[in-house]
């Protein structure tokens, strides 16, 4: 129901504690902190006249650049987060218990080739993979290069891009290795949510 969803995005129920961590972590995993640097960072690529106002005015176009990227990724996330619930209310599982479909929803992302065998079809695991790697790279890319910004712009260290490229992968890569070795498989999905939950609060 579109009058349902716009009222939900509006003023949102939260049922319970854990509805409203998994809302707080949606927010952190569309507006992500270093997407915004790297937004901030486009103003250098304009061609402006120095002065308050040809400042003011190229400051004003990223912002609305920056506004007009997230009201996308925002709409995007809306429209696969609706399909998904509606997926799930909607599919047979063979399960009489319920126990199925309850963990799908407790634990989406760990039960995500299920739900995509069972719910849209052997084929529907093949694009999501290819949908996880497009946006594994896509999140890569655009860390590095607001790395690069941050250690050029912030930080004034200009190194070798190949030692940049290596040394900000490793930062952003080997502390979530280690955790995840230590937590292990079954805390996958929560440390997924608590790091969105982080990049809200940044």
């Known amino acids: 129901d579109g009058g349902e969803v716009i009222k939900g995005i509006v003023v949102p129920i939260f049922q319970n504690g854990k509805a409203l961590f998994i809302g707080i972590s949606l927010l952190g995993a569309v507006v992500m902190p270093h997407n915004l640097f790297l937004h901030s ?6 061609s402006f006249e120095l002065g308050e106002s040809a400042v003011r005015r190229a400051l004003k176009y990223n912002v609305a650049e920056s506004a007009l990227a997230l009201a996308v990724t925002l709409v995007i996330n809306f429209a696969v987060t609706i399909v998904a619930a509606q997926s799930i209310k909607d599919a047979d ?14 634990r989406p992302l760990q039960n995500a080739p299920d739900m995509l ?12 993979a290819a949908a996880l790697l497009a946006s594994g790279q896509s ?20 190194i070798n891009p190949v030692l940049r490229a290596f040394l900000t992968r490793t930062c952003a890569i080997l502390p979530s290795l280690l955790v995840t070795i230590i937590a292990g498989d079954e805390y996958a999905e929560f440390l997924i949510v608590i790091s969105s939950v982080f990049l809200s609060f940044q």
């Open 41 to 46: 960072a486009l103003v250098l690529s304009r």
């Open 93 to 106: 599982f063979d399960d009489p218990t319920g126990e199925k479909r309850r963990g799908i929803i407790d």
């Open 117 to 128: 065998k069972d719910v849209l079809g052997k084929s529907a695991k093949g694009l999501f």
């Open 139 to 158: 999140s890569t890319i655009t860390g590095t290069y607001a790395g690069q910004f941050v250690m050029e712009g912030f930080l004034e260290i200009k």
